[in-house]
Nanobody
Framework: QVQLVESGGGLVQAGGSLRLSCAAS????????MGWFRQAPGKEREFVAA????????YYAESVKGRFTISRDNAKNTVYLQMNSLKPEDTAVYSC???????????????WGQGTQVTVSS
């Protein structure tokens, strides 16, 4: 099992930036990929971005391409989500997850963090 702790959320104005971090511990060697997901009030959980630990290959949702960047620091077992040009519709609880393959499917991830709130004001 992998333990995940997110940080970096907060309140920002539209057009601003935030960087989220996800620190992994435990059986991190069993994880091949990390993903970020988000869930806004009254909406279903939505895939944001994913990255592989080994090669750094990435996969983004269309809604965040060109604005968000996912990266990882293997030495620190930490994954980041740099969010630029934020919009009010980006407001959600953002959670990271550990899985085995690069995929947008939430069911493929078996360890989840508690989430961090991102609020973008207009």
């Amino acid at each position: 099992q992998v333990q995940l702790v997110e940080s970096g959320g907060g309140l920002v104005q539209a057009g601003g930036s935030l960087r989220l971090s996800c620190a992994a511990s435990g059986r991190t060697s069993s994880s091949g990929a990390m993903g970020w997901f988000r869930q806004a009030p009254g909406k279903e959980r939505e895939f944001v971005a994913a990255i592989t630990w080994s090669s750094g290959n990435t996969y983004y949702a269309e809604s965040v391409k060109g604005r968000f960047t996912i990266s990882r620091d293997n030495a620190k077992n930490t994954v980041y989500l740099q969010m630029n040009s934020l919009k009010p519709e980006d407001t959600a609880v953002y959670s990271c997850a550990a899985g085995y393959v690069l995929t947008p499917r939430a069911s493929a991830y078996d360890s989840w963090g508690q989430g961090t709130q991102v609020t973008v004001s207009s």
